[in-house]
């Protein structure tokens, strides 16, 4: 059973940068698909980047298209990503969270089963 924990949450001055990573333990952890979701205060978890099982087909959030890089290093069990140009509406609660497959299809938090405990990030203006 995959187990999921991020880190590299923080606070950052508008435009600045950070990097989230999510580390996985599980042998299996390579097969799956992975995603970033976010959740800032009253409002719904929302999908913000996903990648395949093999790194090879991403899909990223409208919001985000552009400033963010996901991206996974299969042999280190890690899914990282890279947020930049940073905007006080990117404030939120970061999950990482598991697909139950290797393919990235929907962008609905209950196509994905395991999820970390969250990392905050606060954008100052």
């Known amino acids: 059973q995959v187990q999921l924990v991020e880190s590299g949450g923080g606070l950052v001055q508008a435009g600045g940068s950070l990097r989230l990573s999510c580390a996985a333990s599980?042998?299996?952890?390579?097969?799956?698909?992975m995603a970033w979701f976010r959740q800032a205060p009253g409002l719904e978890r929302e999908f913000v980047a996903g990648?395949?099982?093999?790194?090879?087909?991403?899909k990223y959030a409208d919001s985000v298209k552009g400033r963010f890089t996901i991206s996974r290093e299969n042999a280190k069990n890690t899914v990282l990503l890279q947020m930049n140009s940073l905007k006080p509406e990117d404030t939120a609660v970061y999950y990482c969270a598991k697909r139950s497959s290797g393919l990235l299809e929907g962008t609905s938090p209950r196509e994905y089963d395991t999820w970390g405990q969250g990392t905050q990030v606060t954008v100052s203006s």
């Open positions: 990648i395949n099982w093999s790194g090879g087909t991403t």
């Open positions: 599980g042998r299996t952890f390579r097969i799956y698909a």
